[in-house]
T-cell receptor, first 113, second 115 residues
Framework: AQSVSQHNHHVILSEAASLELGCNYS??????LFWYVQYPGQHLQLLLK??????LVKGIKGFEAEFIKSKFSFNLRKPSVQWSDTAEYFC???????????FGTGTRLQVFP | GAVVSQHPSWVICKSGTSVKIECRSL??????MFWYRQFPKQSLMLMAT?????????EQGVEKDKFLINHASLTLSTLTVTSAHPEDSSFYIC???????????FGSGTQLSVL
């Protein structure tokens, strides 16, 4: 069965620090990969997605993620975080032959000024 | 951007009663909607895929007679938790796929507490 692992459950950073959130998935076939963000009191929003092509994907608000097929990873990065990036971040996988998103357990990011 | 409205945002009910949660796509049509539940500090778990005009497809381990899903129009899917028990207390989230561009949008979720 497909699964998604997010190893960082809670990350605390100061503003301007660099961020990298890990995401690994288990599925042998072709997948689509997503990062979603949920700001406090708001609904899930798409940050970025990878379907094919350049494995380095750029999303909104300065976020990017790199798909490394050999490592089954899709880590999220941002060179310099802001207080407004405080949120819950979810990695998700969708196998090409299904319509379902499988989510990781989420990473809570707190950024202090 | 596209909006998915989920109502109510929170509900408290007595054990044994039924609760209906609505998921509406406000400015797009969705033949497919998804229902998830999330326990504290756990991942969103897909419960079922709701297809307009046909029966929902339930994930393994999800009781279809307990979690009734109706997708009667291209903009509305409902999840009814029947004979709710305290273990049904959870955060329920819907998502809807825009027919026009296949993009997925999420509702804001419903916190259900069963006493």
């Amino acid at each position: 069965a497909q699964s998604v692992s997010q190893h960082n459950h809670h990350v605390i950073l100061s503003e301007a620090a660099s961020l990298e959130l890990g995401c690994n998935y288990s599925y042998g076939g072709t997948v689509n990969l997503f990062w979603y963000v949920q700001y406090p009191g708001q609904h899930l929003q798409l940050l970025l997605k990878y379907f094919s092509g350049d494995p380095l994907v750029k999303g909104i608000k300065g976020f990017e993620a790199e798909f490394i097929k050999s490592k089954f990873s899709f880590n999220l990065r941002k060179p310099s975080v802001q207080w407004s990036d405080t949120a819950e971040y979810f990695c998700a996988v969708n196998a090409l032959n299904t319509d379902k998103l499988i989510f990781g357990t989420g990473t809570r990011l707190q950024v202090f000024p | 951007g596209a909006v998915v409205s989920q109502h109510p945002s929170w509900v408290i009910c007595k054990s044994g009663t039924s609760v209906k949660i609505e998921c509406r796509s406000l400015d797009f049509q969705a033949t497919t909607m998804f229902w998830y539940r999330q326990f504290p500090k756990q991942s969103l778990m897909l419960m079922a895929t709701s297809n307009e005009g046909s029966k929902a497809t339930y994930e393994q381990g999800v009781e279809k007679d307990k979690f009734l899903i109706n997708h009667a129009s291209l903009t509305l899917s409902t999840l009814t938790v029947t004979s709710a028990h305290p273990e049904d207390s959870s955060f329920y989230i819907c998502s809807a796929r825009d027919m026009a561009n296949e993009k997925l949008f999420f509702g804001s979720g419903t916190q259900l507490s069963v006493l």
